[in-house]
């Protein structure tokens, strides 16, 4: 992967991308359903978790004095609202078109955002407190630095171009994985505006961690007894290990040293990912070249 270099400030501008999902098959990286669907899980997880994180930046919204982070606060929303779509879509047209139906295991995401996550946890009326946004806003940034890391790996994951992985699935996660390297400040930086300190910090990424490994692992195991074509199930963590290995999930060690950074005094989101690299690609996207034409991207 390329050295990382620092975020420099620019306006975030949506990109109105659009996917044609009809020739897309259901094993988009063929011969490793293993990879094709612990990715796939992230299209379980992003619609309801993204639209969760614009509906606790509109909350904070009016309590932000800093101009500047106020206005990346509302192109990161408008980023977000826009992966939350793209993602449903995925749903929508990919899984249907293979049978594949993904209401059991969304529901328990819903559930989690809106209930664990949201307004009433544990049922507890603290939703508008200014503390309980505090957490919030670090359990995005906590997220959000896995998300920039994950799009980090995207856009240098070569192993997926070699696997000749299906073109229109491969721009969605390049674009959005572009998009988080470009706002990876934003969550961060808003999180330390309303005063998050460094315990809360350590205590949300624990919190994501656990997680998300579990979301990961039962989403994996959702995906596959769904998959139509019915592949073999093996162990995850070998399953993981030969898919890394060849390049089309990150290793496993260095998602590990990615939250470890995360726990350091000195950290910053800009010493993570490349800006110049993912606007570079934002600018080649297909879907993104297509949206400023009106099209959607289909690659057959």
């Given at each position: 992967?390329?050295?990382?270099?620092?975020?420099?400030?620019h306006?975030?501008?949506?990109?109105?991308?659009?996917?044609?999902?009809?020739?897309?098959?259901?094993?988009?990286?063929?011969?490793?359903?293993?990879?094709?669907?612990?990715?796939?899980?992230?299209?379980?997880?992003?619609?309801?978790?993204?639209?969760?994180?614009?509906?606790?930046?509109?909350?904070?919204?009016?309590?932000?004095?800093d101009p500047?982070?106020?206005?990346?606060?509302k192109?990161?929303m408008?980023?977000?609202?826009?992966?939350?779509?793209?993602?449903?879509?995925?749903?929508?047209?990919?899984?249907?078109?293979?049978?594949?139906?993904?209401?059991?295991?969304?529901?328990?995401?819903?559930?989690?955002?809106?209930?664990?996550?949201?307004?009433?946890?544990?049922?507890?009326k603290?939703?508008?407190?200014?503390?309980?946004?505090?957490?919030?806003?670090?359990?995005?940034?906590?997220?959000?630095?896995?998300?920039?890391?994950?799009?980090?790996?995207?856009?240098?994951?070569?192993?997926?171009?070699?696997?000749?992985?299906?073109?229109?699935?491969?721009?969605?996660?390049?674009?959005?994985?572009?998009?988080?390297?470009?706002?990876?400040?934003?969550?961060?930086?808003?999180?330390?505006?309303?005063?998050?300190?460094?315990?809360?910090?350590?205590?949300?990424?624990?919190?994501?961690?656990?997680?998300?490994?579990?979301l990961?692992?039962?989403?994996?195991?959702?995906?596959?007894?769904?998959?139509?074509?019915?592949?073999?199930?093996?162990?995850?963590?070998?399953?993981?290990?030969?898919?890394?290995?060849?390049?089309?999930?990150p290793?496993?060690?260095?998602?590990?040293?990615?939250?470890?950074?995360?726990?350091?005094p000195?950290?910053?989101?800009?010493?993570?990912?490349?800006?110049?690299?993912?606007?570079?690609?934002?600018?080649?996207?297909?879907?993104?070249?297509?949206?400023?034409?009106?099209?959607?991207?289909?690659?057959?």
């Amino acid at each position: 992967m390329p050295t990382a270099t620092p975020a420099a400030p620019h306006a975030l501008e949506p990109r109105h991308v659009k996917f044609d999902w009809r020739h897309t098959p259901v094993q988009w990286l063929p011969g490793d359903a293993f990879a094709t669907h612990t990715i796939n899980v992230l299209h379980l997880l992003f619609p309801a978790g993204e639209l969760w994180f614009c509906r606790v930046y509109n909350k904070v919204l009016p309590m932000v004095t800093d101009p500047q982070v106020r206005a990346d606060a509302k192109g990161f929303m408008r980023q977000e609202a826009l992966h939350a779509r793209s993602h449903e879509g995925v749903l929508k047209h990919y899984c249907q078109t293979h049978g594949i139906d993904t209401q059991p295991f969304t529901d328990k995401i819903d559930h989690l955002f809106k209930h664990f996550l949201g307004e009433q946890p544990f049922g507890w009326k603290i939703g508008h407190t200014r503390f309980w946004i505090r957490q919030q806003l670090g359990t995005i940034a906590a997220l959000e630095h896995f998300f920039g890391y994950l799009g980090n790996w995207v856009l240098n994951a070569r192993g997926l171009d070699e696997a000749q992985a299906d073109p229109v699935m491969l721009d969605l996660l390049r674009w959005h994985g572009a998009e988080e390297v470009e706002h990876r400040m934003v969550a961060y930086t808003l999180f330390k505006h309303m005063g998050g300190n460094y315990l809360e910090r350590i205590l949300h990424m624990l919190l994501v961690m656990v997680i998300l490994l579990y979301l990961i692992h039962q989403g994996n195991r959702f995906m596959m007894q769904a998959d139509p074509q019915r592949p073999p199930r093996r162990s995850f963590l070998l399953s993981w290990r030969r898919s890394a290995q060849a390049g089309r999930l990150p290793r496993l060690g260095h998602v590990i040293a990615a939250a470890a950074r995360y726990f350091g005094p000195r950290f910053t989101p800009g010493d993570e990912g490349d800006t110049a690299q993912a606007l570079a690609y934002l600018a080649s996207s297909p879907a993104a070249s297509a949206a400023q034409h009106g099209g959607s991207y289909r690659a057959h």
